[in-house]
């Protein structure tokens, strides 16, 4: 079976599996003291062109949470969009863990828009309010659109000239990569974000994401915090010996834009049926579309979907690295069938 309920669905990498395997050998420094992720820190390092502090961590709500958790104190708080997914989507974590608050402006298209942020900044210097001290955002956001590097230089500096730091939610963020084709220098190092949630798990890895630590005063005593927050993993080795392969011939790109490429033959192809309406283009790897409610029995059987609104039964799709062109094709198919359509596969597109 086949899905497009989410990413995380998903299978492991072969090259992450023989990597996992390749140093399941002799014994090695516990809690990340070992060589293999001192290896994965040099890459990261290259690939920001920064010296970055990086902490592993097995979700991406615990490498969301902890790195929020080196910026602020539990009577600060974080500007964001209400969709952003410390917000709605990580059962209060961020709340429990940190005692602070989130300070979320609601939004049409889930982005972060500054001129509603603003709004928060009053809250500064009164003994009575939280002091805003940070902002977070998703690269990609929660309903699958990118900011562009301008877009992301904008809220930097709208933060940092506000005297607040920055995070970036990267759980999927070598979808963004892939489909902005730009260096995580271009992206992250210098657009000015403090600390990013770079993922693994939702795109060839087995479970692993990473805390990158560009901000200086953002690096001290961080990693008494990753031991308090209970995610220094001891094994530490197996996260590293993922990323290892992960960042090894552009694997974590390669594997993102197979995902975004199959977004996008899905999406070509719902474009075709009459019935399907507001079928949105993807950024990244993840669609939404209207589809007529009836359809859902037999379509969910086969391909498992994630229905967002009851009412108007519009339905999210997320491909995954391991999406192929048969399985859209197969399911393109399945569609045609239940309105009885010869419908013919649409696969000369152009991907961007
Ligand atoms: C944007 C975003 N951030 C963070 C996460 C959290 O990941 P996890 O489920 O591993 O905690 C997800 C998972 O769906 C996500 O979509």
């Not at 999927?172 to 949630?197: Q, Y």
Request: net charge negative; hydrophobic share 40%.
């Amino acid at each position: 079976m086949k899905m497009f309920l989410s990413d995380n669905v998903s299978g492991v990498h072969k090259n992450v599996l023989e990597e996992l395997s390749k140093v399941n050998v002799e014994h090695v420094n516990p809690y990340s003291d070992d060589m293999y992720s001192k290896e994965v820190k040099d890459k990261f390092c290259k690939l920001f062109n920064k010296d970055v502090d990086v902490y592993f961590t097995t979700t991406g709500t615990s490498a969301n949470v902890i790195g929020i958790s080196g910026m602020i104190n539990s009577y600060e708080g974080v500007i964001c969009s209400e969709d952003t997914h410390i917000n709605v989507d990580e059962c209060g974590a961020f709340e429990k863990f940190l005692g602070a608050k989130i300070l979320y402006f609601e939004t049409q298209d889930g982005k972060f828009d500054i001129n509603k942020a603003k709004r928060f900044l009053e809250y500064k210097g009164s003994k009575h309010k939280i002091q805003p001290k940070a902002v977070a955002f998703s690269q990609p956001t929660e309903t699958g659109t990118v900011y562009s590097i301008e877009e992301i230089k904008a809220i930097c500096d709208f933060a940092h000239s506000n005297d607040l730091l920055v995070h970036m939610d990267g759980a999927r963020i070598s979808n963004a990569i892939a489909h902005l084709n730009v260096s995580l220098e271009d992206m992250v190092t210098k657009t000015g974000v403090d600390v990013l949630s770079f993922g693994g798990t939702k795109n060839g890895m087995m479970m692993g994401e990473a805390i990158i630590i560009l901000n200086d005063e953002v690096k001290k005593d961080f990693l008494f915090k990753m031991k308090q927050a209970m995610q220094l993993v001891s094994k530490g080795r197996f996260i590293a010996a993922q990323f290892r392969a992960y960042l090894t011939n552009n694997l974590w790109v390669q594997n993102a834009k197979r995902a975004n490429e199959m977004a996008l033959l899905l999406y070509e192809n719902l474009l075709e049926f009459d019935d399907i309406r507001d079928v949105s283009k993807p950024d990244a790897n993840i669609l939404f579309a209207k589809i007529p409610k009836a359809w859902n029995d037999k379509l969910i059987r086969d391909y498992p979907y994630y229905i967002v609104n009851e009412e108007t039964n519009e339905v999210r799709f997320v491909t995954s690295f391991d999406t192929t062109e048969n399985d859209i094709n197969d399911f393109v198919s399945k569609i045609g069938k239940i309105i009885d359509l010869n419908h013919s596969f649409k696969k000369n597109i152009v991907y961007n």
